[in-house]
């Protein structure tokens, strides 16, 4: 397939890569051209502009950091959401708000275009292997125009429904979960150091009592091994808590969890901690309360 992508951060980049080795021809456009021109190396098309990068594309990927990048590149001087042309897919595999893929969603039918929501679940290292989960939402012909592309980035998709916002929904709640499993994991191993237990025998032993959850096991090792490199960075988990229950509030739901964790990722970025690995992040600042921790 001809497609576009835009946007070539640490979640970006493995996918294009993923794209190009399943044989598709790929235009990349990114910010910082450094980023694009290190894949034309390795066989995408780096261009100047988003909207070169979407020209002619049958589908026109975006993965950009935020809300406020989606809105500068779409919406913004010279936005991409007029160089689209009529029946051409956006696919929006990024972190959005409901109220932003609500609108994205709008405005693409107003000019006869396409738009399903996919974003996806996993790290870094999980999209250069090609295993992430795509929660995708939108209509069923546009979802299996889709397919071909997001077939070499996973091991599953998950239908969610027929309004993509759903799918960005589900992303968020998603997230808030993994919030509160970094939370709990930081918290119990940080008890447990407190105690004189080393925080991976009792990692060890409690997921294999209750839990043989391997996302747990991999987020431990993140924590208790970190990478040189991070992955997401708590900024960007409190930016998915606040959607979550900016989401959750419009719909009448107010999450006390939510609330909760709000003010430790807040705690955490005024102790420093807000650009750095969002596990490891977090596990340090929890350590950095705990007085009785050698």
């Not at 012909?141 to 239908?159: Q, W």
Request: hydrophobic share 45%; proline share 5%.
């Amino acid at each position: 397939m001809r497609i576009g992508f835009i946007g070539l951060g640490k979640m970006g980049v493995p996918m294009v890569r993923r794209l190009l080795g399943a044989g598709h021809a790929v235009t990349v456009w990114n910010r910082s051209r450094a980023i694009a021109d290190a894949l034309a190396g390795e066989g995408a098309l780096a261009v100047a502009t988003p909207a070169e990068a979407a020209k002619g594309q049958e589908i026109v990927f975006s993965s950009l950091k935020d809300d406020a990048a989606h809105e500068e590149v779409f919406f913004g001087a010279d936005g991409l959401i007029d160089k689209l042309e009529p029946g051409q897919l956006h696919l929006s595999v990024s972190t959005l708000s409901v109220p932003l893929s609500k609108r994205f969603t709008k405005e693409h039918a107003k000019r006869g275009q396409r738009f399903v929501g996919a974003p996806v679940f996993g790290r870094p290292n999980i999209a250069a292997e090609g295993r992430l989960w795509i929660a995708a939402a939108g209509a069923e012909a546009y979802i299996a125009k889709a397919r071909p592309a997001l077939a070499p980035l996973s091991r599953g998709i998950t239908v969610v429904g027929s309004e993509p916002w759903q799918a960005h929904a589900l992303k968020l709640g998603g997230n808030f979960m993994i919030a509160s499993m970094i939370q709990t994991l930081s918290e119990a191993m940080v008890f447990a150091r407190t105690q004189g237990i080393e925080p991976g025998t009792f990692f060890e032993t409690v997921n294999s009592a209750l839990f043989q959850s391997p996302f747990y096991e991999a987020y431990a090792k993140v924590m208790l091994n970190p990478p040189e490199k991070p992955g997401a960075t708590i900024h960007l988990g409190e930016k998915d808590v606040r959607l979550f229950r900016e989401a959750g509030q419009a719909a009448g739901f107010e999450s006390g969890l939510g609330a909760f964790l709000s003010e430790e990722l807040h705690r955490a970025i005024a102790a420093g901690f807000g650009n750095d690995d969002w596990p490891v992040s977090t596990y340090r600042a929890v350590q950095s309360l705990a007085v009785n921790v050698s």
